[in-house]
């Protein structure tokens, strides 16, 4: 009985699970009946433009540029065609549209297809001569296009159609990032149109100096480089305390103080500036000193312009009569008081010319940073003469420094007359003074300037009468290091 039992219910094990294995079976087939059929794609691998504007990797709108698409069809995929709508302003010629087959693991096997494009409301279509084989990586590049001038992303759609004329759409195409046209940007593409810029350019050595769509664009460009002249700004002021500190150490009366100046003064102006800059900039970041490119700059202008304006200042005082000094001193004052008030603003007022001069070569001196990468007006220009090959862009930066150079050069002119006039007595337009009251106190108030005050005039005209008594005195002796170790 036990064993009847047994194999019943063996048997009946048996039957569920086969009921189950059964159930199983047939719920797979409904499911696989009611999916659907898997849809094949042309899956985008890459959309993109190619940069259009010098120096850059940017996409600018109104300016031409080329589109690549490039998709991997499915491997039973036939594709006889592609269409893209481009964004709304968008242009482009479809005349110039090619279509690449590549195949291969490394996709290195190159096929020009034979296509039909047609643009019309929007719409590029390129047709294939016939269906491309399945599973194809396709390569379509679509030239002369413009976008709207004023930029955004740009975001294109596509469609393919397969052998049997079904028209398919392709997933969202990547966008493309687009700058707007900026005023100089559209006034260079507008006279790149005309005829006479043209007929202009056909003159080859022209076209390389002085393309006139080419300087038009590069305005811009250069004239961020042109607020270099910050640089100058700040290392001018700085050289001057310098200069003068230097100065009077070279003219002291102490050896040591004297050493140090003129070796300084020596090496600096012995050396040129480019290599001083380039022993600055890539020496102290070997040595674990790191300095910031603006005020490193400054450092290295301002110590080379130091050197030039202690040789500026030594002259100038030297040119002051020693009378002034033996005047000062006998109306009490002491030697500070003497450099401050009589001295020194009588030097500042004849080398204020030559002081002028030296900022106009500094502020030149600025292209040799160029070399080591700071962004001056010669290193904007260099990055538009390596992207269009024409030296146009360095004739742009030419007018950008004269229009510093030339004004200053103006404002010493004058000051170099004003100064000759008044060394002569001839004040131009001011009326004149009584020829004994300009013996007794005019001249003397000229020379020292206003900030010397009263006992500097009298000292003035004090010295005057001394030296003119001494036998061996001689007019425009300068100050001796005898004196200026006194000071």
Known sequence: MHMQNLKANTVRTAFCALLVSFALVFAGAAQVAVAPTNAYALDTAKCTAKPNVSGSSDVLGGVETRITWEGQADPDEQIAGVTFTLPEGTTCEPGDTR??????????????????????????????????????????????????????????????????????????????????????????????????????????????????????????????????????????????????????MRMSKLRVLRGIATAYVNVVRGTPLFLQIYIAFFGLPLAGIQIPTFPLGVIVLAMNSSAYLCEIFRAGIQSISKGQFEAARSLGMNGAQTMLFVIIPQTVRRVIPTMTSEFILLYKDTSMLAAVGTMEIVMNAKTIVASTGSITPYVVAACFYLIITLPLAKVVGNLESRLASNDTGKGGKKKRKSKKHAIGTGDAAGALGSGAGTAAAEARATGDAVAAKRPDAVEGTGITPEQMSSL
């Open 99 to 248: 279509a690449t087959m590549l195949t291969g693991d490394d996709l290195m096997t190159r096929t020009n297809l034979d296509v039909s494009a047609d643009y019309k409301d929007g719409k590029l279509t390129v047709n294939f001569s016939e269906p491309a084989q399945a599973g194809g990586y396709f390569r379509v590049e679509i030239y002369k296009v413009k976008f709207s001038e004023m930029g955004g992303d740009m975001q294109l759609t596509g469609a393919y159609t397969l052998a049997d004329g079904t028209e398919v759409a392709m997933d969202t195409l990547p966008a493309i990032t687009v700058k707007s046209h900026s005023f100089f940007e559209s006034l260079s593409d507008s006279l790149a149109q005309q005829d006479w810029v043209k007929s202009w350019n056909s003159v080859l050595f022209l076209k390389l100096f002085l393309n006139p769509s080419v300087f038009v664009s590069s305005l811009p460009v250069v004239f961020w480089g042109f607020l270099a002249i910050g640089i100058v700004a700040c290392a001018f002021p700085l050289a001057i305390p310098f200069g003068l500190l230097l100065s009077l």
